[in-house]
Structures are given as C-alpha cells and as structure tokens.
C-alpha cells in the first residue's frame, strides 16, 4: 500500500502544475472547437489564426494532437502535483518537444514573431 503521508511540493514545482493544468484545459477547449466550431469557441482563435489555420489544414489529425496535448499536459500537471518521477519526466519532454518546435519555427521563418534580434 502507497503511503499517503502528505508531501511539501516546492512552489516551483505547484506552479508548473497549475501551468500544465491550464495548458491541458486550453488545449482541450482548441480541440473542441476544431470538432464543434461555434460562434462563442471560434473567437479563441483570434489569438492565433496562423495555428488555427493550420490545424484546419491537417483536418481531424489537428483534433486528435489537441487532444493528445491535452492529455499530456493533464498527466504532467497530474504527475508534478503528486510529486511523482513520472510527471517530471512528462514534464520534462512535453517542455522539450516546444522549446524544439520554437527552435525549428525560429529557424525556418515559419514564426516571424519568434525572432526580435
């Protein structure tokens, strides 16, 4: 049996949860509004039309990595809460895998935004 003693998260730690936590809710409510577009979801995207556009484009696949996003960044926010190794290790690629994406978009001029220099 698993011992309930209760443990002191560190607040660095607390706050990434709550980060994943509302990454999870924001990414599941994009996915909804791919799957059920509505008047009051679609005005979410005014924020970022360039990814709007483009989870349009690659059609229910745009769906599911919403989903699949918001699965992971639960399970982080799940993981660290709990102070478990496992959410750290989610946690650690789920923030990897953007830093790579950022690089990449940097990179290739895909994001003009990601450059200020």
């Not at 679609?42 to 483009?54: C, F, K, V």
């Not at 769906?63 to 496992?86: H, P, Q």
């Amino acid at each position: 049996m698993r011992n309930l003693k209760p443990t002191k998260r560190p607040f660095g730690i607390a706050a990434l949860s709550v980060f994943f936590l509302l990454g999870s809710l924001i990414s599941f409510t994009a996915g909804i509004s791919l799957l059920l577009p509505s008047r009051f979801v679609q005005a979410m995207w005014r924020l970022n039309p360039h990814g709007h556009e483009g989870l349009l484009r690659i059609g229910r696949w745009g769906v599911a990595l919403m989903f699949v996003a918001s699965a992971s960044c639960a399970a982080a926010a799940i993981g660290l809460w709990l102070c478990t190794r496992w959410g750290h290790t989610i946690a650690i690629v789920l923030i990897a895998i953007n830093l790579l994406a950022d690089v990449v978009n940097a990179a290739l001029g895909i994001e003009p935004r990601a450059l200020h220099l």
